[in-house]
C-alpha cells in the first residue's frame, strides 16, 4: 500500500466515525491523516502524499449516497430467524471483510459499505437457518447493473453466511476461465485472506493477501478446493482428504462448465447414501447447508429447452431432459436437503421466463453400466424472493450516457439528456461490414478507431495529471465475434499503436503532419469541452481541467506503457491488472469473453460494433457502465447510430420494467406476481432471447392498459407508398364523414382493424409495435368478446403553417415529427413520441374523462416529490384514460407526417400507427396466446447470437 492509499484508508476511518462532514474538516482530518502515515513511516525518506488530491478525493467519496433497495418475496416454508441470531453471531468473516473495504487500496466510501450491509443481511435473512431442520430450499435473484458492483455484494453474503453455518459454499463464475479466476482472485482477497494461486487450505505459512492482512485479534479460516490458476479437479480434492460432511467452511468458484460440473457432482455424490428403494439413485446429503451463488444467472444457467406440458393439466410431465448447464446446477442442488441457491444477474428478464413449476424427476450421472440417478429436480425461478440492488448517485449507467425521453407511464416525468461521452461512428462498414464471416480479411482500421487510440494516449497522459499515474487504463474494441477477425484487428492496432509512440518518441521529422499537432487539436477540440459540460452536470472534485501545457510533456510516456491484447480463447494474453503494481495500460481486443462479467479496469474508451437488439445481450456487452471517479469526462463510446438507437430502448424499457417491480413492491405481490407480470409484457418478446423465453410452446401475451405507437419508420418510398395505400384502402371502406379537419369513426367492427393491420408494414426495429402481433392480439381478443368495437381517429395537425395533403380520402393537414435519425443513409428514421396524448380523450365520455382526471391527480398527490411534475396535473394520464375506457372499445390513431419536417428525399407521407388499448396493465384480462414459432421476430431484429 502506497502512502497516499494509507493516508486515504485512516481518513476514511476518521470520517466514518461521525456523520456528514463539513467541507473544512475534510481538510483538516487529511491533514491528520498524513500526520499519522508520517508518523508510522520510516524517517529516512519523504511522504509521496498529495494533499490536494487527497482532499479532492475525499470530498468525492463523502457526497456519495446510496438509495433503497426493493424486495418482492414470498414466506411460503421459510421460518425468520436471524434477528433472534443476529447478536449471538460472532460474525468475524463479515467484520473483517466490512474493514477491509474501508482500508483496501480505492476503499469504498462508509455509505457504501453501510448500504452492502444491510442489503446482505436481507438477502441473508431470506434464506434459511442453517441449522434448521432439513430439508429446506430457497431460490432467489439479486438484481443489480451492469459493471455496479454486485462481486462485492455477493463477497459479503458469503462472509456472512460462512458466519451463520452454511458449510459448502459454491460459485459458479461464467463459461470462461479469465472471469472465473477473476472471481477467485475476489474470494481470496475478501473471504479466504490468502493467495489460493499457492495453496487453497489455511495454514499458518499461507502468503495473506486482502483480509488476510489485517490484524483482527481472532482466527477466521476456511478452505477452497479451487485457486486462482485451477478450478474444480476430484483429484485434487481426494488428495487434500477433505470430507464434505465434516468440513466447515468450504468454498468452491467453479465455471459453468459441464464437464467441472459432472466432476464437482460426482465428488460430492461419494459421500451420498444410495436409496434403500434404487441403489442407483442418492439421497440428499442431510445436514450440510448449502449455498450456491449463480453469477451471471442469466448465462448458461437458464434451460433453453422446451418444456413439455401434460395436456390434461397444463403443468410440465414429471421427466423431460434439459440444457446441460442447467441441468448440472440442478442436479447439485438436488445433492443436499438443505440448499440456498441465489442468481445474480444485471439482466433479469430471462430468468422470469423460467417456468415457475419446472421440474423434472429425470437425471443421471455417468455411464452405464455404472450410471447413478440424481434428478435435476426443481427448475432455477426465483419463487423464494427478488431483490433489486440500488445504486450509488455515482453509477453511470445506460440511462446517464444514452438519455431518456419523458413518458409518465414509465415513471420518467422528465427528459434526462445523454452526457456528451458518444462518438458515432459511420465509416466501420467498408473495413468490418455488419454480418461479416469468419473468413472476412480486414485490410485496414476505420480513420474512427484511429481517432479512438488517440483519444486513448491522450486519456492516459489526462489520467497521470490528476494523479492517476498508478491507476490502470484500459480501451476496449469489440467488432466481431469471430476470433480470426479478431486477430487481424489485433495486429492493425498493433502497427497503428507502435507508429503512434514512434512517432512520439522520435518525432515526426519535416513532415507536414506532425502528431503532437494532431493531438493538440483532438484535445482541443474533443476533450476541452467535453470535461466543461460534464464538470456542468456531475461533481466530481477530482476531475480538474487540465491545460495542454500539462498534457503534452506526458504522452510519450503515456504511450509507451500501452499493451495491445487479443482476449479470446484462441490467445494466451490475460488481463494481469494484479502483477502490474504501478498501474497497466491495455487496448484489449475480444469478443465473446469481453461481453460477460470480466472487468476491464479503469476502462475509458470504448469501440463497439457488435450488432445485438436483445437487451440482456446489449447490456452485458456495455462494459463501459460503472464508476469512473476522476476520470468520466475522459472516457468515450465509440458506436454506430443503429446501436445508440437500440441502447435508449432499452434503458427505457428497463426503466418501465423497474418501476412496475416497484409497483408490485408496493402491493405485496410475489415473485410469481412479477414472473407473471413480465412474462406477459410486450417488451418481454424482444428485450431477451427468445430461446431463453420458451418455457413452453407458447408465449402470452398482454397489451391491457398500453399505448402501441410507432416511432420507427422505414426510410424508403416503396413500403411507405404501400403503408399509405393500405391506409387509403381502409378509410375509403369507412363510413363516409362530411367532415374536414380530425376525423372521427365510432364503432368500427374489429374484423376491419385486424384487416388494416395485416396490410400495414411496420419497421423490424420498431420495439413496441408489430403490424402482425398486434392483428393476431386484436383477433384473439375479440374471439373472447373484447375489443370487438373500436374509435378511429385520423389526425389533422392544428399546427400553423402545417402542410395540407390531398392523397388521402379527406383533406388533412400534415402532423410535424421531427427526424432524430441523423445518419442520412440510414434505412430508418425515428421520432420521439407519435401521440399527441391529449387525443386519448377522444370516443370518452365527459364522465370517463373527469374520472380518469380525478385518479390522475391522486396518483399525483401519492407520488414522492422527485418522482412527479411539479405542478398538479391539468390533464388526465393516459394511463387513467385507459382504465375508464369500456374494456370492449379499442382506438386507433392514424398520424399522417410530414416527409418535408423529416427531411426525407420523398414526398409521400409516412402514416404513423398509436393503438390505445383499454385497461389495467397491473391487473390485465387473460392474454393472448403467441406459438413458439414467433422465433421470425428474432430474425427480423438481426441478433447474430440469436
Request: proline share 6%; net charge neutral; with cysteine.
Amino acid at each position: 500500500m502506497t502512502d497516499y492509499e494509507k493516508a486515504l484508508s485512516h481518513a476514511l476511518l476518521m470520517l466514518g466515525q461521525g456523520g456528514a462532514p463539513a467541507k473544512s474538516m475534510i481538510a483538516e482530518i487529511a491533514n491528520l491523516a498524513i500526520q499519522t502515515v508520517s508518523q508510522l513511516a520510516p524517517k529516512d525518506r519523504p511522504l509521496e502524499i498529495d494533499e490536494v488530491r487527497l482532499v479532492r478525493e475525499l470530498e468525492g467519496l463523502v457526497t456519495w449516497t446510496v438509495g433503497p433497495e426493493f424486495v418482492i418475496d414470498s414466506d411460503e416454508d421459510h421460518i425468520k430467524w436471524l434477528p433472534a441470531k443476529r447478536g449471538v453471531l460472532e460474525w468475524k468473516f463479515w467484520k473483517r471483510y466490512r474493514r477491509y473495504l474501508t482500508e483496501k487500496a480505492n476503499p469504498l466510501p462508509l455509505a457504501v459499505v453501510d448500504s452492502i450491509d444491510e442489503l446482505t443481511d436481507k438477502v441473508l435473512e431470506r434464506l434459511e437457518d442453517p441449522e434448521r431442520k432439513a430439508p429446506w430450499d430457497r431460490r432467489g435473484m439479486i438484481v443489480g447493473h451492469v459493471q455496479s458492483g454486485k462481486t462485492s455484494n455477493f463477497v459479503g453474503l458469503i462472509c456472512k453466511a460462512a458466519d451463520a453455518g452454511y458449510r459448502i459454499i459454491i460459485v459458479l463464475a461464467g463459461l470462461h476461465e479469465n472471469l472465473r479466476s477473476q472471481t477467485q482472485k475476489r474470494v481470496d482477497e475478501g473471504f479466504l485472506g490468502y493467495s489460493s494461486a499457492e495453496a487453497t487450505t489455511f495454514t499458518q505459512g499461507n502468503r495473506p493477501i486482502g483480509v488476510g492482512l489485517l490484524f483482527t485479534g481472532y482466527r477466521a479460516a476456511a478452505d477452497s478446493l479451487t485457486g486462482y490458476q485451477q478450478d474444480f479437479s476430484r483429484q485434487k480434492a481426494r488428495g487434500l482428504n477433505i470430507n464434505p460432511i465434516r468440513h466447515d467452511p468450504l468454498i468452491l468458484v467453479v465455471k459453468k462448465n459441464k464437464t467441472i460440473l459432472t466432476n464437482l457432482i460426482s465428488w460430492l455424490a461419494g459421500y451420498a447414501d444410495s436409496d434403500p428403494k434404487n441403489v442407483k439413485r442418492r439421497q440428499p446429503l442431510p445436514d450440510v447447508p448449502l449455498l450456491v451463488i449463480d453469477d451471471e444467472a442469466d448465462h448458461a444457467s437458464i434451460n433453453t429447452r422446451a418444456i413439455p406440458i401434460d395436456p390434461m393439466t397444463g403443468s410440465p410431465q414429471d421427466e423431460y431432459d434439459v440444457t446441460a448447464i442447467n441441468g448440472k446446477v440442478r442436479q447439485l442442488l438436488s445433492l443436499f436437503s438443505k440448499k440456498a441457491y441465489i442468481g445474480y444477474t444485471a439482466t433479469p428478464f430471462a430468468n422470469i421466463f423460467i417456468h415457475p413449476e419446472d421440474y423434472s424427476a429425470a437425471g443421471t450421472l455417468g455411464q452405464a453400466p455404472n450410471e447413478i440417478e440424481i434428478p435435476y429436480g426443481e427448475g432455477l425461478f426465483p419463487r423464494s424472493f427478488i431483490i433489486s440492488l440500488p445504486t450509488p448517485t455515482n453509477y453511470i449507467g445506460p440511462v446517464s450516457i444514452f438519455g431518456i425521453d419523458p413518458d409518465p407511464e414509465a415513471g420518467v416525468n422528465s427528459s434526462i439528456e445523454p452526457l456528451p461521452l458518444i462518438f458515432r461512428v459511420t465509416d466501420s462498414a467498408v473495413h468490418i461490414p455488419r454480418g461479416h464471416r469468419s473468413s472476412l480479411i480486414v485490410q485496414s482500421i476505420p480513420e474512427s478507431l484511429k481517432r479512438a487510440i488517440r483519444c486513448f494516449i491522450l486519456t492516459c497522459a489526462a489520467r497521470a495529471y490528476r494523479g492517476s499515474g498508478r491507476e490502470h487504463n484500459s480501451m476496449l474494441i469489440h467488432v466481431t465475434r469471430f476470433i480470426s477477425v479478431q486477430r487481424q484487428v489485433h495486429e492493425l492496432v498493433r502497427r497503428e499503436l507502435q507508429d503512434l509512440t514512434n512517432r512520439l518518441r522520435y518525432g515526426d521529422g519535416a513532415s507536414a503532419q506532425q502528431i503532437i499537432t494532431e493531438l493538440q487539436i483532438l484535445w482541443n477540440e474533443d476533450f476541452v469541452p467535453t470535461t466543461k459540460a460534464v464538470l456542468a452536470r456531475i461533481t466530481d472534485p477530482l476531475m480538474i481541467e487540465p491545460e495542454w501545457k500539462d498534457i503534452e510533456p506526458l504522452l510519450n510516456a503515456a504511450a509507451q506503457k500501452i499493451a495491445v491484447k487479443q482476449i479470446s480463447g484462441e490467445s494466451d494474453d490475460v488481463l494481469d491488472y494484479h502483477n502490474s503494481p504501478d498501474g497497466a495500460s491495455v487496448i484489449a481486443i475480444g469478443g465473446d469473453k469481453l461481453s460477460r462479467g470480466l472487468t476491464l479496469e479503469g476502462l475509458s474508451i470504448s469501440y463497439f460494433l457488435r450488432p445485438s437488439q436483445m437487451y440482456d445481450t446489449l447490456m452485458q456487452m456495455g462494459r463501459w457502465f460503472g464508476y469512473r471517479p476522476g476520470y468520466l469526462d475522459l472516457c468515450r463510446l465509440y458506436t454506430t447510430n443503429d446501436l445508440v438507437d437500440w441502447y435508449k430502448h432499452i434503458a427505457f424499457a428497463a426503466e418501465e420494467l423497474r418501476q412496475e417491480f416497484e409497483l408490485m413492491v408496493d402491493t405485496n405481490k410475489t415473485p410469481r406476481d412479477y414472473g407473471l407480470r413480465v412474462r406477459s409484457h410486450p417488451n418481454g418478446l424482444w428485450i431477451t432471447s427468445l430461446v431463453k423465453m420458451r418455457e413452453a410452446k407458447t408465449l402470452t401475451i398482454s397489451y391491457d392498459g398500453r399505448i402501441s405507437e410507432t416511432t420507427v419508420f422505414h426510410r424508403d418510398d416503396k413500403i411507405t407508398g404501400q403503408n399509405l395505400d393500405a391506409t387509403n384502402r381502409f378509410l375509403t371502406d369507412l363510413p363516409k364523414l362530411n367532415s374536414s379537419g380530425t376525423c372521427v369513426w365510432s364503432k368500427i367492427p374489429a374484423r376491419a382493424i385486424i384487416s388494416f393491420l395485416r396490410e400495414y408494414r411496420t419497421h423490424p426495429h420498431a420495439p413496441k409495435v408489430n403490424s402482425a402481433l398486434l392483428a393476431h392480439y386484436i383477433s384473439r381478443k375479440s374471439a373472447a368478446g373484447f375489443l370487438n368495437e373500436w374509435t378511429v381517429v385520423l389526425v389533422s395537425s392544428e399546427d400553423k403553417g402545417a402542410r395540407g395533403s390531398a392523397v388521402f380520402p379527406y383533406q388533412v393537414n400534415l402532423v410535424q415529427r421531427k427526424n432524430e435519425t441523423e445518419d442520412e443513409s440510414s434505412l430508418k428514421y425515428t421520432v420521439k413520441r407519435l401521440l399527441s396524448p391529449v387525443h386519448e380523450k377522444i370516443g370518452l365520455s365527459e364522465m370517463a374523462i373527469r374520472q380518469a382526471l380525478e385518479e390522475t391527480r391522486a396518483a399525483w398527490a401519492m407520488s414522492p416529490p422527485d418522482k412527479r411534475s411539479k405542478d398538479e396535473p391539468k390533464e388526465p394520464s393516459g394511463p387513467a384514460l385507459r382504465r375508464n375506457r369500456p374494456i370492449n372499445e379499442g382506438l386507433l390513431l392514424l398520424y399522417p407526417l410530414d416527409p418535408e419536417k423529416a427531411k426525407l428525399p420523398y414526398d409521400i407521407p409516412t402514416v404513423g400507427i398509436g393503438i390505445s388499448f383499454p385497461g389495467d396493465k397491473l391487473n390485465p384480462t387473460d392474454g393472448v396466446e403467441y406459438e413458439a414459432n414467433l422465433v421470425y421476430i428474432g430474425k427480423e431484429l438481426g441478433d447474430e447470437d440469436n
